[in-house]
């Protein structure tokens, strides 16, 4: 990618395409980017490190940009260690360097890297305190709980840069980068991000007023064109609002009967122009059916009856969704037994300990197969959930 971003500031970070597993569950077949970022305008400032498994190549990048000058102050936005790895080396290869961060990192600083005397290295900011180098200034925002508590953001008023953490990040190694921005954001944001839409919500407003034109996140694409779309896109997201009128089915099954009552309901629903969405769960990406269920305004869940409980499978979803803050949604339940179905009352259990979630009557009951007086009660339900 062009390393350029403006007359003052280089993109320093590297692709990993051979890692399979982000944060270790997270399936990520374009790879991942590590963003990192040299302001050089007076003084050489550094946004952030990467991951150790591309420190190396990093280092490389930020020695090539800084062309021989010495680096005067790092930025650590977000301690997570897939962006801190090399804080220690970094401080240690520029002994006048100093370190940049909130007050809520010091303590993790210590945590991550006990052996490393942090206490006159480092300079702490609070909201709205500022940085200034230059004619450049950067302004830093507190950003706790997106997504981690000592997390800051910053803003660079000469070049109008919003240097935004890991918020507006998105799955994907830059040089496999497609137009398709919201795929993998979305993902992300319900993944990575999701449970803490308050938060998120917070941040927003906290820099509604700056004039931003370029968005430098931690991971994914340097965004210039039509902010307002992404930007609009977090509101909806952080909001809990559903992105997409429509209905989306998640169903499990031992012996196939379960989701062939699921599909049935598709085609249904199809049949009354509704937009539908479906995934077997059993073998999709769950992360791609949480932020499925996050995109869509109603959703069905279809699981049998296991062991006189749910389908693990339908039970693990449950738990996600419940972590991740799910809420705000029209819910319609199918089950199944062969001889004493439990999945509806299961699901129903689970839902209810989150917000504002509307289960939609009838539930469906099979008993063992599809019959049909079974498609009598599936209509009822398709025609419940228009």
């Excluded at 051979?18 to 040299?38: H, K, R, T």
């Excluded at 650590?76 to 007050?103: F, G, M, R, W």
């Excluded at 063992?368 to 599936?378: I, V």
């Amino acid at each position: 990618m062009n390393t350029s971003i403006s007359k003052t500031i280089q993109y320093v970070g590297v692709d990993d395409l051979d890692i399979d597993l982000f944060e270790n569950q997270y399936i990520v077949p374009e790879g991942m980017a590590y963003n990192s970022y040299l302001i050089t305008a007076g003084k050489t400032v550094l946004m952030d490190t990467v991951d150790a498994r591309k420190s190396a190549e990093w280092e490389a990048n930020v020695t090539k940009a800084l062309d021989g000058r010495k680096l005067d102050y790092l930025v650590v936005l977000h301690v997570e260690p897939d962006h801190s790895a090399n804080i220690v080396n970094i401080l240690t290869k520029y002994p006048e360097c100093q370190c940049i961060c909130s007050e809520r990192a010091v303590p993790l600083l210590n945590q991550f890297f006990p052996t490393f005397d942090f206490s006159s290295r480092i300079t702490t900011k609070k909201d709205g305190e500022t940085l200034e180098f230059g004619s450049h200034k950067l302004t830093f925002f507190t950003a706790a709980m997106v997504h981690w508590p000592e997390v800051l953001v910053a803003y660079e008023s000469m070049e109008k840069v919003f240097f935004s953490a890991d918020a507006f990040g998105k799955f994907g190694a830059l040089q496999n980068e497609t137009d398709d921005w919201a795929c993998e954001a979305r993902r992300y944001y319900f993944n990575i991000v999701g449970k803490y839409g308050v938060q998120v919500q917070s941040l927003l407003k906290k820099v509604a007023g700056l004039d931003i034109q370029t968005i430098c996140a931690l991971h994914g694409p340097i965004l210039k064109e039509n902010l307002s779309y992404y930007i609009n896109l977090y509101d909806t997201w952080s909001s809990y609002r559903a992105e997409t009128e429509g209905v989306f089915v998640a169903h499990s099954s031992l012996h196939g009967n379960t989701s062939k009552a699921a599909l049935a309901l598709v085609d249904m629903l199809r049949a009354e122009g509704l937009k539908v969405a479906e995934s077997d769960i059993c073998r999709a990406d769950l992360a791609e059916v949480i932020e499925d269920a996050f995109r869509y305004d109603r959703i069905v869940f279809a699981a049998p009856t296991y062991d006189g409980g749910l389908m693990p499978i339908m039970e693990t979803l449950l738990a996600h969704l419940k972590a991740k803050g799910y809420r705000n949604k029209r819910v319609g339940l199918i089950e199944n037994g062969s001889w004493a179905p439990q999945s509806a009352r299961l699901m129903r259990a689970a839902l209810e300990t989150m917000k504002d979630i509307t289960i939609v009557e009838p539930v469906v009951t099979l008993r063992s197969t599809m019959k049909e007086s079974d498609k009598e009660a599936l209509a009822a339900l398709a025609n419940a959930l228009k």
